[in-house]
């Protein structure tokens, strides 16, 4: 079984920035592709970004593209999420989630994730 914890979530202003780290426990969670989901309010959850185990050719929803940027330290066992430039859009629960089933390609498919975390807040005001 695997647990996730969000953390680094909080409220920012329009152009601010923040990180948001996703730490695995119970099991390693290193060769697994992972991905970070959000849900604004009011709204269905969507896909925000991928990664695979090694990091490589990372995956990103075309609203994030160029101000936020994935990342893992799989020795931490942990995967971030840089978010900066932000916009009032941007505000969500954000959770991350593993993919068991993939490790050299990401999915931007919610039902294609295993485990999720509990999420954490991000607002924006404008």
């Known amino acids: 079984q695997v647990q996730l914890v969000e953390s680094g979530g909080g409220l920012v202003q329009a152009g601010g920035s923040l990180r948001l780290s996703c730490a695995a426990s119970?099991?390693?969670?290193?060769?697994?592709?992972m991905g970070w989901f959000r849900q604004p309010p009011g709204k269905e959850r969507e896909f925000v970004s991928a990664?695979?185990?090694?990091?490589?050719?990372?995956q990103y929803a075309d609203s994030v593209k160029g101000r936020f940027t994935i990342s893992r330290d799989n020795a931490k066992n942990t995967m971030y999420l840089q978010m900066n430039s932000l916009k009032p859009e941007d505000t969500a629960v954000y959770y991350c989630?593993?993919?068991?089933?993939?490790?050299?390609?990401?999915?931007?498919?919610?039902?294609?994730?295993?485990?999720w975390g509990q999420g954490t807040q991000v607002t924006v005001s404008s």
């Open positions: 119970g099991r390693t969670v290193t060769t697994y592709s």
């Open positions: 989630a593993v993919d068991r089933y993939r490790r050299v390609t990401t999915s931007s498919r919610a039902d294609d994730y295993d485990y």
């Open positions: 990664i695979t185990w090694t990091g490589s050719s990372p």
